[in-house]
């Protein structure tokens, strides 16, 4: 059976197929859209607790349980495990799909606010090693804003061919670039070059930062050519990424204080 679309002057048939077609890709954009939403607002949230308990102001107190201190990332990581469960369970269909998503962003958003706690093993969430969290919230907000718009290229009902070999390599070579930024300590890059491709690429070619993971493979010489460089570019664009993190999540502290959120 065939149904009649119509726009302005003209028309032209639509299977019923493509109509269940369609719908199902409506479902599947509002299950990204919530998943978006509940991951940005859940960050923004928490992180506006965690700096009014910081500074001891509103009714937010220190989140403790039989005097142990329960970071958000525990129950970040039960509504993943629910969340996940649902989405299998529900198969994509509604409403499973969209409570799933929510699930889902909201525990993501939990756990990667705590990352750098996670990867230190230690309490570093207000000190400069905690602003790797943020780092990582943002960048992976931005692959989520790109699922979200379309971009999917792993996701094509056209036969592969040439192209889609190629866009798979230059996908994964860009991937790759974004990994060397962040193993050479450049945080920022990964993040504009979500989005900026030559940003990655240039970053990934750079020199490492001198504090870096990537760098301690340095000769002397090599390592002394990075410190200038960093030096150099400390002073013309100084710390502008930094400042930006500071205003959404908070200046960080070296003090040796226990850090209360």
């Known amino acids: 059976m065939l149904l009649s679309h119509r726009w302005g002057s003209w028309s032209r048939p ?4 493509r109509i269940h077609e369609l719908h199902l890709f409506v479902d599947q954009r509002m299950s990204m859209v ?15 607790i965690t700096r009014l308990i910081r500074a001891g102001k509103g009714p937010f107190r220190d989140n403790v349980a039989g005097g142990v201190h329960i970071h958000h990332a525990v129950p970040g990581i039960i509504l993943l495990v629910i969340g996940g469960i649902t989405s299998v369970a529900s198969s994509g269909r509604r409403p499973g799909a969209e409570i799933s998503a929510v699930l889902i962003g909201v525990g993501a958003s939990l756990v990667l606010d705590e990352f750098a706690l996670i990867l230190h093993l230690q309490d570093v969430y207000w000190s400069k090693q905690g602003q790797l969290s943020v780092q990582v919230v ?3 907000a931005s692959v989520i804003g790109l699922l979200m718009v379309g971009i999917q290229p792993f996701q094509d009902d056209s036969t592969p061919g040439a192209g889609h070999l190629a866009v798979l390599i230059a996908l994964g070579l860009h991937v790759l670039c974004l990994l060397i930024c962040v193993a050479k300590g450049k945080y920022t890059s990964a993040v504009i070059g979500a989005f900026i491709l030559p940003v990655a690429w240039w970053g990934a070619v750079r020199l490492a930062k001198p504090k870096s993971k990537w760098a301690r493979r340095y000769s002397p010489e090599k390592m002394q050519r990075a410190v200038s460089r960093d030096a150099g570019f400390e002073k013309h664009w100084g710390n502008w990424g930094l400042d930006l993190e500071d205003l959404v999540a908070g200046t960080p502290t070296d003090e040796s204080a226990p850090h209360i959120r």
Do not use: D, P
């Open 138 to 140: 943002a960048l992976t």
């Open 14 to 17: 639509v299977s019923e197929g």
């Open 34 to 48: 919530l998943l978006f939403a509940a991951f940005i607002t859940t960050f923004l949230v928490t992180r506006g």
